[in-house]
C-alpha cells in the first residue's frame, strides 16, 4: 500500500497498521493516513477470489476441513488485497 502523503509503501503488517483506534500515522513521513477497503478493487478481486475459492473447496475437503473454509480464506484474502491508504476526511461529503 502507498502513502497517499508520501508515496511510500506502507505495510498492512506494520506497528503502525495494527494499532487501535481510528487515527493511524504513516511510518514513514507521520501525517495521518486512513485504511479503507476500496470497492473498486474488491469488486475486481471478487472474481480470483470466487475462482479460487472454488479451486481450493476439494483440496479443504480432501484434507479433512470445511469447504467453506475455503470460501472464508479467500474472502480474508480478497479484503487484505483490497485494502488501501487515504487521507482521512474531517466530514464526509455527500
Ligand atoms: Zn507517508
Redesign the pocket.
Known amino acids: 500500500m502507498k ?6 509503501s ?1 505495510s498492512i503488517f506494520s506497528k503502525e497498521m495494527n494499532k487501535f483506534g481510528k487515527s493511524k500515522v ?6 495521518s ?1 486512513q485504511l479503507y477497503v476500496s470497492p473498486k478493487w474488491a469488486a475486481i478481486l471478487i472474481i480470483p477470489a470466487v475462482v479460487s475459492a472454488l479451486l481450493l473447496e476439494p483440496i479443504f475437503i480432501d484434507a479433512g476441513l470445511s469447504g467453506s473454509l475455503s470460501t472464508g480464506l479467500m474472502c480474508g484474502v480478497m479484503v487484505l488485497l483490497s485494502m488501501r491508504l487515504k487521507v482521512p476526511k474531517v466530514k464526509e461529503s455527500a
Open positions: 502513502c497517499p502523503h508520501c508515496l511510500e506502507v504513516c511510518p514513514k513521513c507521520s501525517n493516513i
